[in-house]
T-cell receptor, first 116, second 113 residues
Framework: AQSVTQPDIHITVSEGASLELRCNYS??????LFWYVQSPGQGLQLLLK??????LVQGIKGFEAEFKRSQSSFNLRKPSVHWSDAAEYFC??????????????FGTGTRLLVSP | EPEVTQTPSHQVTQMGQEVILRCVPI?????FYWYRQILGQKVEFLVS????????KSEIFDDQFSVERPDGSNFTLKIRSTKLEDSAMYFC???????????FGQGTRLTVV
């Protein structure tokens, strides 16, 4: 069965510093991979996705992620964090459903705190 | 930009009562989903809906849950007899005909007291 592991429950980063959030997945075939962000009390906003092709994908808000098949990883990065980036970040893998849709399997999330 | 809308944003209900959570998916989308997030936990898949029937459901989606697309625009989740453990944020999502990417609504926070 598909699974996603986000090993860091909380991460604190100073404003302006770089960020890397880790994500490892378990899936038998080429995965569809996603990063979502959730601000407190809000819904899920898609940051970026990987379906195929270039393994370095660019997303919104200056985020990028790199798919590494050999490591089963899809880590999220940002070169310079802003205070508004403080939120919960979820990695997800798309698992094919019965009729061609992608059922998402989420990781447990990483809460990002940004210190001044 | 098209978006998935959910109503209400917050609902409080007494244990044993029925609730209906409502969603308006993006208009040209064909796949519809409900996910659930219990406070402090990860987002979990509940059910997918395609071509006016359930396509797949998780073990969480037991007989007290049902989904319906009563007209051309709404997609509803009904919980027949709510339990305390049903308290959670419920997210509706929809995908375009490729089924590849889900767009999420802002969620309905359900509190069962």
């Amino acid at each position: 069965a598909q699974s996603v592991t986000q090993p860091d429950i909380h991460i604190t980063v100073s404003e302006g510093a770089s960020l890397e959030l880790r994500c490892n997945y378990s899936y038998g075939a080429t995965p569809y991979l996603f990063w979502y962000v959730q601000s407190p009390g809000q819904g899920l906003q898609l940051l970026l996705k990987y379906f195929s092709g270039d393994t370095l994908v660019q997303g919104i808000k200056g985020f990028e992620a790199e798919f590494k098949r050999s490591q089963s990883s899809f880590n999220l990065r940002k070169p310079s964090v802003h205070w508004s980036d403080a939120a919960e970040y979820f990695c997800a893998v798309g698992a094919p459903g019965n009729t061609g849709f992608q059922k998402l399997v989420f990781g447990t999330g990483t809460r990002l705190l940004v210190s001044p | 930009e098209p978006e998935v809308t959910q109503t209400p944003s917050h609902q409080v209900t007494q244990m044993g009562q029925e609730v209906i959570l409502r969603c308006v998916p993006i208009s040209n989308h064909l796949y519809f989903y409900w996910y659930r997030q219990i406070l402090g936990q990860k987002v979990e898949f509940l059910v997918s809906f395609y071509n006016n029937e359930i396509s797949e459901k998780s073990e969480i989606f037991d007989d007290q849950f049902s989904v319906e697309r009563p007209d051309g625009s709404n997609f509803t989740l009904k919980i027949r007899s709510t339990k305390l453990e049903d308290s959670a944020m419920y997210f509706c999502a929809s995908s375009d005909p490729s089924g590849a990417e889900a767009f999420f609504g802002q969620g309905t926070r359900l509190t069962v007291v």
